[in-house]
T-cell receptor
Framework: DAKTTQPPSMDCAEGRAANLPCNHSTISGNEYVYWYRQIHSQGPQYIIHGLKNNETNEMASLIITEDRKSSTLILPHATLRDTAVYYCTLSGSARQLTFGSGTQLTVLP | NAGVTQTPKFQVLKTGQSMTLQCAQD?????MYWYRQDPGMGLRLIYYSASEGTTDKGEVPNGYNVSRLNKREFSLRLESAAPSQTSVYFC?????????????FGPGTRLTVL
């Protein structure tokens, strides 16, 4: 069973915020939420991670609900180069990442 | 720094042939990983090595073997290739830094087994 569920695809207008949701209702107390993205067929690229607090870096913001059962990745001003598959994944002490099918984000001009 | 490098970039095998996929990293990372990605799917972990001298099975280890040659290099071997192993193979590495599991990925090896 998948540990995370994401919508298969989303569109976003260039310059607008892209909000990508992820459900992880069975998350364990020691598991972090990680977001990666994969552009074309390149290797995935790390974006951001969090445990229970909201996080922000130069690429994105991560909002985690208080019960930790879901999260949202926010790209504040999406550009065409943000078109990619976005993966929400969990990782605990075992240091393994389990990737689901991800969300194909298409940024439209 | 080159980051994570993989060779070869492309490979075509016949059923039953063997080959080794090479991976090297120059970031002094302790942990290294091998994933496969089938068309339209996410990545699945084949094997990983938490540190030099150790290897562990991931989600889909059958049909593969690995060797952590030293801290820099982690190879993946297919002893008898099968069409079901047609996939894109990604190697990754991670350190023990602030971000617990920020994995850095190589460009991938595209393998076709006929």
């Amino acid at each position: 069973d998948a540990k995370t569920t994401q919508p298969p695809s989303m569109d976003c207008a260039e310059g607008r915020a892209a909000n990508l949701p992820c459900n992880h209702s069975t998350i364990s107390g020691n598991e972090y939420v990680y977001w990666y993205r994969q552009i074309h067929s390149q290797g995935p690229q790390y974006i951001i991670h969090g445990l229970k607090n909201n996080e922000t870096n130069e690429m994105a913001s991560l909002i985690i609900t208080e019960d930790r059962k879901s999260s949202t990745l926010i790209l504040p001003h999406a550009t065409l180069r943000d078109t990619a598959v976005y993966y929400c994944t969990l990782s605990g002490s075992a240091r393994q990442l389990t990737f689901g099918s991800g969300t194909q984000l298409t940024v439209l001009p | 720094n080159a980051g994570v490098t993989q060779t070869p970039k492309f490979q075509v095998l016949k059923t039953g042939q063997s080959m080794t996929l090479q991976c090297a990293q120059d970031m002094n990372h302790n942990s290294m990983y091998w994933y496969r990605q089938d068309p339209g799917m996410g990545l699945r972990l084949i094997y990983y090595s938490a540190s030099e001298g150790t290897t562990d099975k991931g989600e889909v280890p059958n049909g593969y073997n690995v060797s952590r040659l030293n801290k820099r290099e982690f190879s993946l071997r297919l002893e008898s290739a099968a069409p079901s192993q047609t996939s894109v193979y990604f190697c990754a590495s991670s350190g023990q830094g602030e971000v617990i599991n920020e994995q850095f990925f190589g460009p991938g090896t595209r393998l076709t087994v006929l």
